[in-house]
């Protein structure tokens, strides 16, 4: 009588604790859904916001035509947080290797005001002299990072605010979800030509 009474209770408590899993779940998913809920309207809207706002500076993608007005998600908009005094400092090629610190979030959301922080290459406030670098092809970034970087002079640190069109359009991760616009923060340090050498990063 009592092991059957104990089997019972164990049924009961199995049944309970996959109700308890079960309804976590989808408390979970919903949050989820709710963080990007409309995610693709919300990221078209916000283009038409920066485009509007004279504060940014609007540059046209690389792979479009610059003699022509084109849609508002043909271009990024930057914001020129520090500018180089040098004006011969130089800007890179698409072919050219760059040194950049930088940090991509996303647009804000619920859980995240500043927007969620789904890549960088150094943690806490930027500085030219710990900042930590990455090394890579300038062409090799998204288009509008590159876009971005081929208009920068080494010096430069700007905030770059681009389109998902101009960045994984309908593409996702477990970082950030499709039809994200994406805004990161470059620090450009260096540039060169293919063939030239520089010391090896630290």
């Not at 990455?134 to 509008?144: K, P, V």
């Not at 389109?163 to 260096?190: C, H, K, R, V, W």
Request: aromatic share 14%; hydrophobic share 35%; charged share 20%.
């Amino acid at each position: 009588m009592v092991t059957k009474r104990l089997y019972q209770l164990s049924g009961i408590l199995c049944l309970l604790l996959t109700l308890s899993f079960s309804l976590y779940s989808c408390s979970e998913e919903s949050g989820t859904e709710d963080e990007y809920a409309d995610w693709q309207t919300r990221n078209d809207a916000i283009v038409k916001v920066w485009a509007n706002d004279p504060s940014l500076t609007r540059i046209k993608s690389y792979t479009e035509d610059p003699t022509t007005e084109g849609d508002p998600t043909y271009y990024v908009y930057v914001k020129k947080l520090e500018e180089t005094e040098n004006l011969g400092a130089p800007r890179p090629l698409f072919t050219d290797t760059v040194r950049v610190a930088y940090r991509g979030r996303l647009i804000p959301s619920a859980s995240y005001p500043n927007g969620y922080v789904f890549d960088q290459s150094f943690i806490g406030d930027f500085s030219w002299k710990t900042s930590a670098m990455t090394q890579l092809r300038c062409g090799s970034f998204i288009e509008g990072f590159t876009t971005a970087l081929m208009d920068m002079r080494v010096g430069d640190r700007w905030l770059v605010y681009i389109p998902y069109q101009m960045a994984y359009g309908s593409g996702s991760s477990t970082t950030y979800p499709a039809y994200s616009n994406m805004i990161f923060e470059i620090a450009l340090f260096d540039c060169w030509h293919p063939g030239e050498k520089r010391p090896p990063l630290k």
